[in-house]
């Protein structure tokens, strides 16, 4: 059986990044596994610009901003797999994939870096009661078919959801030509980036009604209509507030889920609120040596944060590959490992548990909050002392949050079992 | 001329014309939709019921039973999924007791084979996440599951394989008198035909009414139901039923699919239009609501996909297999709501002998009686999986993430007798599109495969055929 030293499930932003990093640390033997035509993942599709500005400090699109981290993957000669599929991962790292050249094939992992991505909710998941015509779309199917393929999906449109990819397809239809007549939201609030909400929306004259859903769907064979209905602080239609769209279209942004089917089938423990699975400091997985990072994490809002934990993840694998290959003993008194706890407004952290010893000087830790809060604190108890305690005019379960955590603090608590992490009002 | 026509590819027009195809007889299907199982056989509990429900004395209660006993070979030799897990009727009220046994007396004068009654603790170790409330259950081992699309597409291929005619897209209008038999008028021309097999399902009224004095009338009775992700598949490794309500039949009932799904419903609401497939917020509620009834911890938070499907409910609720008087050579197959899709061997069996011995068909000495399905790839092991690639690559290649359906699996599906022309005739054969993603990511690509394969555009390819186009134009060609 060929062996690697770390095999990358998935050559999306957060795989290419991992991969990268992986090499820069020492690692040679390195294998990412591409399921689609190309490297880049959902990037390909996101022909908008924005992205980039905090790892290339420029304004880039999706393919470009790609295309920087293929450049890097080629420069060091990484190798690569496309229209490959991971079938399986053993609980001992054994891959087996599949594509046509080479059939099944296993080979044998030293670490593994799980970067398999999210995909979209679809309307299944939400049961919007109706028709089940053709014209419904996740908005990220919808991407692909307008920016990769040249096909409109629709001439007339409503979009369920205030995603960030339902905001850029609004615009995206727009310019294309078709007609967007409303967003409407389930939420009080957006669950997307502020920037995209006005160069999106407010900048075509595009109508976001929150606090609204779609209540009927019509048509038998194409999409004919919709009905939106305003919906109370429960999140149910309020009877008289309905009102009816016709539309030959509807795209649906209404969340993102992780891929971890590899990882449930690996026996991975799962985070039930970000559907990935719980990391500690390294973004090692319940797993020794299995490491996960960007959006089979946890969903990000932007890819320069997925890069970035994901070079922290390559790192972190190539560190782990190293340790394996010293045959270092580890002492087996390691204390146990301090616990974070999300409350009080914030939803879930990454990672879940720190270990002090091998985390890196500055630690971030990555969270979102469960709604809108107006000048107020984000906290972070150790134990029982609040030691941090940062004033915020906003936050907003669209936009992730991140707290630093210094080594040279946390060595400041020996005993330290547990830092919660609070949104306090002010 | 035809000898038979069969109106409906249905469960029951495939299965008659499958059984008609063990003869020497000039058979034509014709469908209105465009494809086989596209009306109530697609949207159903894909149940094989053991047959404890239906009058005794009644043809449903004798048509149940003997489909129930052939659906076992049947699967064998058409390569269909069925699973024969047994089922369960719950019941939660000491005083209900009564209602649980009438079900076995009439379960035994069905001659419903090995039944019992199990008490409270009996039940949970079959099934831990039954109700705390239970107090009883009827367990009828020989119940199954079965996929209604593999069911129905496999007898319609095999059909077609021994010489049965389909017409798609293919709409009776009208049907006139002639001598002798009948020609039916349609939107594709005329047809005509000593005999016509009305398999209708929610229209089979409309079919009757245009040649007999004695009015029928059906009633689309709507059912939706909510399916839950595969995650959630092993929740009951049986059918889940309710004890069956006085107004409206069985009930909810949550039961494993053959391809590993949980399958959650069925409402039953009488409506007026016989194309009325929309589910409504209160439907999905009350699924909600009573499914929990018997289930513990049903995870509805994991529902992929809900949908409705009607059955063709005529008001003695009793199936219609019969010649009408004054209509001789017009075979009604009417009001085959459940046990239908059980039934639905017994029934195509049942047409078959009516018409061997009206028009003294002779056996079929070509007949091949089985077939081969879609191959699934999961089912092999590694090294039998590599030499299927090897040998043929597109097996290596995935198109539908969420099930793992290779592109050999699709060239299979659009090649194939019947073959798919649609997305959904494609997910019905293949189930690429049917996983929790529910199509997102292999749409477009299915669309490219159905395109290049059957050298149509994109422009063409749908939904389900008929307007259900997928995409409408090009960027920017209406600027």
């Known amino acids: 059986m060929k062996a690697y030293d770390i095999v990358i499930i998935g050559g999306g932003p957060a795989g290419l990044a991992a991969a990268v990093s992986a090499r820069k640390n020492g690692i040679d033997r390195v294998l990412i596994l591409e399921r689609d035509k190309e490297l880049g993942g959902i990037l390909n599709q996101c022909i908008h610009n924005g992205f980039g500005l905090h790892t290339f400090k420029e304004e880039l699109t999706g393919p470009e901003y790609a295309a920087r981290y293929i450049a890097q993957a080629a420069e060091l000669n990484l190798e690569y797999k496309i229209n490959t599929m991971v079938m399986d991962i053993s609980h001992e790292k054994i891959v087996t994939y599949m594509n046509r050249e080479e059939g099944m094939q296993e080979i044998q992992a030293k670490a593994v870096i799980l970067a398999m991505g999210c995909r979209e909710r679809s309307r299944g998941a939400l049961n919007i009661p109706g028709y089940r015509p053709a014209g419904i779309f996740s908005a990220g199917t919808a991407q692909r078919l307008v920016n990769m393929e040249g096909y409109l999906p629709g001439r007339e449109v409503v979009i369920l959801g205030s995603g960030d990819i339902g905001l850029i397809m609004a615009r995206r239809m727009t310019l294309e030509g078709a007609k967007v007549k409303v967003v409407s939201e389930l939420m009080p609030y957006s669950g997307g980036l502020k920037r995209n909400i006005v160069q999106c929306l407010d900048d075509y004259g595009i109508p976001l009604k929150l606090s609204h859903t779609v209540i009927d769907i019509r048509g038998k064979e194409r999409l004919e209509g919709i009905t939106l209905a305003e919906v109370d602080s429960h999140g149910k239609p309020i009877p008289g507030t309905e009102e009816d769209y016709t539309c030959d279209?509807?795209?649906?942004?209404?969340?993102?889920?992780?891929?971890?089917?590899?990882?449930?089938?690996?026996?991975?423990?799962?985070?039930?609120?970000?559907?990935?699975?719980?990391?500690?400091?390294?973004?090692?997985?319940?797993?020794?040596?299995?490491?996960?990072?960007?959006?089979?994490?946890?969903?990000?809002?932007?890819?320069?944060?997925?890069?970035?934990?994901?070079?922290?993840?390559?790192?972190?694998?190539?560190?782990?590959?190293?340790?394996?290959?010293?045959?270092?003993?580890?002492?087996?008194?390691?204390?146990?490992?301090?616990?974070?706890?999300?409350?009080?407004?914030?939803?879930?952290?990454?990672?879940?548990?720190?270990?002090?010893?091998?985390?890196?000087?500055?630690?971030?830790?990555?969270?979102?909050?469960?709604?809108?809060?107006?000048?107020?604190?984000?906290?972070?108890?150790?134990?029982?002392?609040?030691?941090?305690?940062?004033?915020?005019?906003?936050?907003?379960?669209?936009?992730?949050?991140?707290?630093?955590?210094?080594?040279?603090?946390?060595?400041?608590?020996?005993?330290?079992?547990?830092?919660?992490?609070?949104?306090?009002?002010? | 001329m035809y000898d038979v026509i069969i109106i409906g590819a249905g469960v029951s027009g495939a299965a008659a014309a499958r059984e008609l195809s063990r003869y020497k007889v000039k058979v034509c299907v014709l469908e209105k939709s465009e494809d086989v199982c596209c009306g109530t056989s697609k949207a159903n509990s894909g149940i094989v019921h053991a047959g404890y429900d239906a009058a005794p004395g009644s043809l449903m209660a004798q048509l149940n039973v003997e489909g129930n006993a052939m659906m076992g070979k049947l699967a064998e030799e058409l390569d269909f999924p069925f699973q024969r897990k047994g089922s369960l009727v719950v019941c939660l009220h000491e005083e209900d007791r009564p209602s649980l046994q009438e079900l076995y007396d009439k379960g035994i004068k069905n001659g419903v084979p090995d039944m019992q009654i199990l008490e409270r603790e009996e039940v949970w170790e079959l099934e831990p996440n039954i109700s705390d409330h239970v107090v009883a259950a009827l367990y009828a081992p020989s119940a199954g599951i079965v996929c209604p699309f593999?069911?129905?597409?496999?007898?319609?291929?095999?059909?077609?394989?021994?010489?049965?005619?389909?017409?798609?897209?293919?709409?009776?209008?009208?049907?006139?008198?002639?001598?002798?038999?009948?020609?039916?008028?349609?939107?594709?021309?005329?047809?005509?035909?000593?005999?016509?097999?009305?398999?209708?399902?929610?229209?089979?009224?409309?079919?009757?009414?245009?040649?007999?004095?004695?009015?029928?009338?059906?009633?689309?009775?709507?059912?939706?139901?909510?399916?839950?992700?595969?995650?959630?598949?092993?929740?009951?490794?049986?059918?889940?039923?309710?004890?069956?309500?006085?107004?409206?039949?069985?009930?909810?009932?949550?039961?494993?699919?053959?391809?590993?799904?949980?399958?959650?419903?069925?409402?039953?609401?009488?409506?007026?239009?016989?194309?009325?497939?929309?589910?409504?917020?209160?439907?999905?509620?009350?699924?909600?609501?009573?499914?929990?009834?018997?289930?513990?911890?049903?995870?509805?938070?994991?529902?992929?996909?809900?949908?409705?499907?009607?059955?063709?409910?005529?008001?003695?609720?009793?199936?219609?297999?019969?010649?009408?008087?004054?209509?001789?050579?017009?075979?009604?197959?009417?009001?085959?709501?459940?046990?239908?899709?059980?039934?639905?061997?017994?029934?195509?069996?049942?047409?078959?002998?009516?018409?061997?011995?009206?028009?003294?068909?002779?056996?079929?000495?070509?007949?091949?009686?089985?077939?081969?399905?879609?191959?699934?790839?999961?089912?092999?092991?590694?090294?039998?999986?590599?030499?299927?690639?090897?040998?043929?690559?597109a097996y290596g290649n995935i198109i539908c993430r969420c099930e793992m359906i290779s592109e050999g699996e699709i060239l299979d599906a659009i090649h194939r007798p019947l073959g798919a022309k649609s997305l959904d005739g494609v997910k019905r054969r293949t189930r690429a599109g049917m996983g929790r993603c529910q199509s997102g990511f292999c749409s477009p690509r299915t669309m490219e495969i159905l395109s290049r394969e059957l050298d149509v555009s994109m422009f063409e390819i749908t939904k389900s055929g008929g307007d259900s186009r997928?995409?409408?134009?090009?960027?920017?060609?209406?600027?």
């Open chain 1, 249 to 426: 279209t509807l795209l649906l942004s209404v969340g993102l889920i992780p891929e971890n089917e590899l990882s449930n089938g690996m026996g991975i423990d799962m985070n039930r609120v970000t559907s990935g699975p719980n990391v500690n400091e390294s973004l090692e997985t319940s797993i020794p040596g299995v490491f996960a990072c960007g959006n089979v994490l946890h969903v990000h809002d932007l890819v320069d944060f997925v890069s970035e934990e994901a070079a922290a993840a390559g790192k972190n694998a190539a560190e782990y590959v190293m340790r394996e290959k010293s045959a270092v003993q580890i002492s087996k008194d390691i204390k146990s490992p301090i616990e974070l706890e999300a409350v009080e407004g914030v939803r879930y952290t990454v990672p879940k548990t720190v270990n002090v010893d091998r985390m890196t000087d500055r630690l971030t830790v990555r969270f979102r909050v469960g709604a809108v809060y107006q000048n107020c604190f984000v906290s972070a108890y150790f134990d029982n002392e609040r030691v941090i305690h940062k004033k915020r005019p906003v936050v907003a379960p669209g936009e992730m949050e991140d707290i630093k955590l210094d080594k040279s603090k946390l060595l400041e608590y020996p005993d330290l079992k547990k830092i919660t992490i609070k949104i306090e009002e002010a």
């Open chain 2, 150 to 393: 593999g069911l129905n597409i496999a007898m319609a291929e095999n059909a077609n394989t021994n010489g049965v005619a389909f017409r798609f897209n293919t709409e009776v209008t009208a049907i006139e008198h002639i001598e002798p038999g009948y020609r039916l008028i349609t939107n594709q021309g005329n047809y005509e035909t000593k005999c016509i097999v009305n398999a209708a399902g929610v229209y089979a009224d409309v079919f009757h009414n245009m040649v007999s004095e004695k009015k029928i009338h059906i009633t689309p009775r709507r059912g939706d139901y909510c399916l839950l992700d595969k995650t959630a598949g092993k929740h009951v490794s049986r059918t889940v039923f309710a004890l069956p309500n006085r107004k409206y039949g069985k009930g909810v009932l949550v039961t494993p699919t053959t391809h590993g799904n949980l399958l959650v419903g069925p409402t039953a609401i009488d409506i007026d239009d016989p194309e009325g497939t929309n589910t409504t917020a209160e439907g999905l509620k009350r699924i909600a609501e009573n499914a929990g009834l018997n289930v513990k911890n049903l995870p509805m938070r994991q529902v992929i996909t809900s949908f409705a499907g009607l059955r063709a409910h005529e008001e003695n609720h009793e199936f219609i297999i019969e010649e009408l008087e004054d209509a001789p050579g017009f075979i009604d197959c009417a009001g085959i709501e459940s046990p239908g899709l059980t039934s639905s061997p017994a029934i195509g069996k049942r047409i078959a002998k009516i018409l061997q011995e009206k028009l003294h068909l002779e056996k079929n000495p070509d007949f091949q009686g089985t077939r081969r399905g879609i191959l699934n790839p999961a089912a092999l092991s590694i090294k039998e999986r590599d030499a299927l690639i090897k040998k043929e690559p």
């Open chain 2, 470 to 479: 997928i995409v409408v134009g090009k960027n920017k060609d209406a600027l």
